[in-house]
């Protein structure tokens, strides 16, 4: 047994409520170099739908994540070394532009400087890519809030599936339809396809907390990468020739800092923690049969108050402040313990990192609106199977097709509203409801204080990167740095925003004390520097107006320079 630990991620998507601030900072944070203009590292998808990019899911045709070969053991889908090199410079199974989105913005300036006239100016779209007129057809999250979906939604890999099983389970006429949605980022496996499939060997596997990244120094723009990771969530930078990905916001998460969209999500649905796993058992966790690959999943996963893993991880260097962190993690205790949490696509085999809570809302809402009582354990046991999104619609996204499994996290969320709900109205508390979905009473209160009213430092427990290493981490350059870096910049955005500058461990440290202090914002030790996503609005930093012309005041909101 060789104990490693990996930073991971929980999502509950009842508590999503599609306002994408998680795309929007992370987009604004990290994609202000040019050519990454179609990049959305993060972004939330309406469900059913075809995703982004469009159809993602249809591994016959993209062919990424892992197989298993005639001997049972893994094998990149898209093939073999000797079948790889065949197709190195040339890759029919890579997604085009189109199937992401030609950026575009609008020609502002005809619409300013047009002169007076009897007809209105139009600002025309035009493409990024060749500045020419375009037509818009297709963007990230296209199909927000079922728009179209019923022309499309029959478009949805997940759909398209269940529909063949079972014809009359989906339909999107739309008193029956159904929608819910999936914010998603890269998920950081413990057996990623992406690393496997790089000729050049330029995206590695953090030992020291499992984070994926990209060198850019070594990336050749190959573009096997894109091809090898089936939820596609490495793009291409074509102006810059390399593959560019979610860091998981790793210069934040090395000073105990939550990643950007989880420390901005309006819903607060995100949870970031630790497990410790048996790095020795990956592949063989990966290879068993589909219908046992969640199971191995979460065997994977060790149990953090066990003695002989804590002697384990010790002797394989691990921190006491990191196992007390894998003692705390919310991940662990929603994914193994309560169950609750469940992988997005394990079939693929790459053993994704980022786990799901699936929704139960709409059912509580058909209750009500049907006139029953929508607290009622009897009443929600009894509707899970007629719940209006398919439980296998969801055992498609979340278990391999298997919906004993939903139903059982299902069946525990209704019985945590039923068993609460006494609580609320002053009722004696009822183990049976517990005991019904094999949960004490104890287990369900705790599960309820961490979805329902959990604490900034409940559902993020970070602990800081290793002492030992801070030397290396003071003045480490971000995966994406030197052309073009990851936002660390002393402008504000795009191409012209300024030199990059080296990421440093104390500056994060600065941020995280400026957060939590009462010190004006001019007083803050970060270079003069601006960070608007972390800027609380106390006080008037240096640099936030530009210079007065001859004067060399400040001007201020609204007037000219």
């Not at 979460?298 to 196992?323: F, K």
């Not at 790459?350 to 029953?372: A, C, E, N």
Request: with cysteine; proline share 6%; hydrophobic share 35%.
């Amino acid at each position: 047994m060789r104990v490693m630990a990996q930073v991971s991620m929980v999502m509950t998507l009842d508590k999503c409520i599609g306002c994408h601030t998680c795309s929007v900072t992370c987009k604004q944070a990290w994609t202000n170099r040019a050519g990454t203009e179609y990049v959305w590292f993060n972004n939330v998808e309406t469900r059913p739908g075809q995703g982004y990019p469009r159809r993602y899911e249809d591994q016959d045709r993209w062919r990424g994540g892992w197989t298993l070969n005639k001997r049972g053991r893994l094998q990149l889908r898209s093939g073999n070394r000797l079948q790889k090199l065949f197709g190195i410079f040339a890759s029919p199974v890579q997604p085009e532009l189109k199937d992401y989105y030609e950026p575009w913005t609008y020609d502002y300036a005809s619409l300013v400087n047009a002169p007076l006239g009897d007809d209105f100016p139009v600002a025309r779209p035009k493409s990024l890519i060749t500045g020419r007129d375009t037509k818009i057809e297709w963007s990230a999250n296209w199909d927000d809030d079922l728009g179209g979906t019923t022309e499309l939604g029959d478009r949805d890999p997940i759909v398209e599936k269940v529909r063949r099983e079972s014809e009359e389970k989906v339909k999107f006429e739309f008193e029956k339809t159904f929608m819910f949605y999936l914010p998603r980022i890269c998920e950081h496996c413990l057996n990623p396809s992406c690393m496997a499939s790089c000729p050049s060997g330029a995206i590695y596997k953090r030992s020291e907390d499992g984070i994926v990244l990209v060198d850019q120094d070594r990336c050749r723009g190959w573009r096997q990468c894109i091809t090898g990771c089936p939820y596609k969530k490495i793009y291409f930078n074509h102006k810059t020739g390399k593959a560019e990905k979610c860091t998981f916001c790793y210069p934040r998460v090395e000073a105990g800092i939550p990643t950007v969209c989880a420390e901005t999500c309006v819903g607060r649905m995100r949870y970031i923690g630790l497990f410790l796993y048996d790095a020795d058992a990956v592949t063989a966790a990966a290879s068993v049969p589909e219908e046992e690959l969640y199971q191995a999943q979460l065997d994977l996963m060790l149990d953090p108050n066990d003695p002989e893993v804590i002697r384990q991880a010790r002797a394989d260097g691990i921190e006491e402040s990191w196992l007390e962190a894998a003692r705390r993690s919310p991940v662990y205790q929603m994914a193994k313990v309560w169950k609750v949490a469940l992988p997005l696509h394990p079939e693929y085999r790459t053993l994704p990192m980022v786990w799901y809570v699936p929704p139960l809302s709409p059912i509580v809402d058909l209750l009500k609106d049907q006139g029953h009582d929508a607290e009622d354990e009897a009443n929600l046991f009894g509707a899970i199977e007629s719940l209006r999104i398919p439980v296998e619609y969801l055992a498609e996204l979340f278990t391999a097709g298997d919906t004993r499994i939903v139903e059982d996290v299902l069946k525990k969320l209704a019985a945590m509203r039923s068993y609460l709900r006494d609580i609320a109205l002053g009722r004696e508390a009822r183990e049976e409801i517990a005991q019904a979905v094999g949960m004490s009473g104890e287990q369900m209160y705790a599960m309820y204080k961490m979805m329902a009213i959990a604490k900034y430092s409940d559902r993020y427990v970070i602990p800081k990167a290793h002492t030992e290493q801070a030397h290396n981490l003071e003045e480490m350059g971000c995966s994406l740095d030197l052309d073009g870096g990851p936002g660390m910049y002393d402008g504000a955005f795009g191409e012209t925003s300024g030199r990059p500058v080296p990421v440093a461990v104390e500056n994060f440290q600065a941020l995280r004390e400026r957060q939590c202090g009462q010190a004006p914002a001019s007083e803050e030790g970060l270079n003069g520097r601006v960070n608007l996503l972390n800027w609380d609005g106390n006080g008037r930093p240096d640099g936030l107006f530009p210079q007065r012309a001859g004067t060399g005041e400040a001007t201020g909101p609204g007037e000219g320079s």
